[in-house]
């Protein structure tokens, strides 16, 4: 089962395509609103743009509670591989560098556990999971499983398939041409 945060980050990572705006985007419009309490700001939504109750109350929500010392992007990032995963930091450099040479409309968005990976939905994302293993959780529904390309199982449940590296030899042309067909299918 999905923890709240994860269900939250899931919710974020699908505005785009449920509301046609992004947490960002609502954010600059409800910053507008001038309205301080979390019931007024879903209101608005609901009642001026259509936005569904969960997701207008999830953008009210992160209206008023954004934390001004919350990390964001490289922040979020440095801290993912900080500490006993420092070392780990050459993997996530090569599958940044691998994702780049996908297209210019990949989007990374680090998040605080992980860093998703979307271009018109979430087609992977990148985890720090241990201080010797990061994990790329990759969208490739009806693909069967291999010894490498593992079933998700309870890792993630935004995504279908895990890959776990311990390198970066380990971002190899098996990997990238996995990424490569779930990015050209998001």
């Given at each position: 089962?999905?923890?709240?945060?994860?269900?939250?980050?899931?919710?974020?990572?699908?505005?785009?395509?449920?509301?046609?705006?992004?947490?960002?985007?609502?954010?600059?419009?409800?910053?507008?609103?001038?309205?301080?309490?979390?019931?007024?700001?879903?209101?608005?939504?609901?009642?001026?743009?259509?936005?569904?109750?969960?997701?207008?109350?999830?953008?009210?929500?992160?209206?008023?509670?954004?934390?001004?010392?919350?990390?964001?992007?490289?922040?979020?990032?440095?801290?993912?591989?900080?500490g006993k995963k420092e070392g780990l930091r050459p993997i996530y450099d090569a599958l940044i560098k691998a994702l780049n040479a996908?297209?210019?409309?990949?989007?990374?968005?680090?998040?605080?556990?992980?860093?998703?990976?979307?271009?018109?939905?979430?087609?992977?994302?990148?985890q720090p999971s241990t201080a010797t293993r990061v994990d790329v959780g990759i969208n490739l529904k009806g693909a069967k499983p291999?010894?490498?390309?593992?079933?998700?199982?309870?890792?993630?449940?935004?995504?279908?398939?895990?890959?776990?590296?311990?390198?970066?030899?380990?971002?190899?042309?098996?990997?990238?041409?996995?990424?490569?067909?779930?990015?050209?299918?998001?």
């Amino acid at each position: 089962m999905a923890t709240p945060q994860e269900m939250e980050a899931s919710m974020v990572a699908n505005l785009k395509e449920k509301t046609g705006k992004t947490l960002p985007q609502w954010l600059k419009i409800t910053k507008g609103f001038k309205l301080e309490k979390q019931g007024q700001i879903t209101k608005q939504l609901k009642s001026e743009y259509g936005v569904t109750h969960g997701f207008a109350n999830l953008i009210a929500y992160r209206t008023l509670n954004k934390a001004s010392d919350e990390p964001a992007g490289d922040d979020l990032v440095s801290a993912q591989y900080a500490g006993k995963k420092e070392g780990l930091r050459p993997i996530y450099d090569a599958l940044i560098k691998a994702l780049n040479a996908l297209g210019k409309d990949v989007e990374i968005a680090p998040k605080k556990a992980y860093v998703s990976l979307r271009r018109s939905k979430q087609f992977a994302l990148i985890q720090p999971s241990t201080a010797t293993r990061v994990d790329v959780g990759i969208n490739l529904k009806g693909a069967k499983p291999t010894a490498r390309l593992e079933a998700s199982g309870s890792f993630n449940a935004m995504v279908s398939h895990r890959v776990r590296l311990t390198s970066a030899k380990d971002v190899n042309a098996e990997l990238k041409g996995w990424l490569k067909k779930a990015y050209q299918s998001a």
